[in-house]
């Protein structure tokens, strides 16, 4: 048995045990596959901050131009601040400064919080 999958009657359709009719599958197919591709983008906004904080690591090392404060933290806010925590810690780069040891940490809970909430929402 299914329900029809309309936005009054979504909270019920998840719910059900059994879902036998196509438009029922379909519905499901949409949620999984929206759902993987918000994963994917954290997880490649996430691999982008952390090769930016490495990058920028190194060109602090031999004095050369670096990557904006503002850039990195753009970047943590459009979905890569778990990253960001990552690469701060793994290559010891801006973790004396107290704007990035607690706003990525900070902005990387929210998102995690967003994703959480996202994937208990399908």
């Known amino acids: 048995m299914c329900i029809s999958a309309t936005k009054a009657n979504r909270y019920q359709a998840r719910r059900l045990p059994g879902f036998r009719?196509?438009?029922?599958?379909?519905y499901r197919k949409k949620a999984f596959s929206m759902e993987f591709a918000f994963?994917?983008?954290?997880i490649v906004m996430s691999i982008i901050l952390c090769i930016f904080m490495?990058?920028?690591?190194?060109?602090?090392?031999?004095h050369e131009w670096r990557i904006s404060e503002k850039s990195l933290f753009t970047l943590?806010?459009?979905?890569?601040?778990?990253?960001g925590?990552?690469?701060?810690?793994?290559?010891?780069h801006k973790t004396?400064?107290?704007?990035f040891?607690?706003?990525?940490?900070?902005?990387?809970?929210?998102?995690?919080?967003i994703i959480v909430?996202?994937?208990?929402?399908?």
């Open 39 to 42: 994963l994917a983008y954290i």
């Open 101 to 113: 040891a607690f706003g990525f940490p900070i902005i990387a809970a929210i998102q995690i919080f």
């Open 85 to 92: 925590v990552l690469g701060m810690y793994l290559f010891r």
């Open 117 to 122: 909430r996202f994937f208990n929402m399908f």
């Open 54 to 62: 490495y990058i920028d690591k190194s060109r602090a090392r031999n």
């Open 21 to 26: 009719t196509k438009s029922c599958f379909l």
């Open 96 to 99: 004396k400064h107290n704007s």
């Open 76 to 83: 943590a806010i459009l979905g890569g601040a778990s990253g």
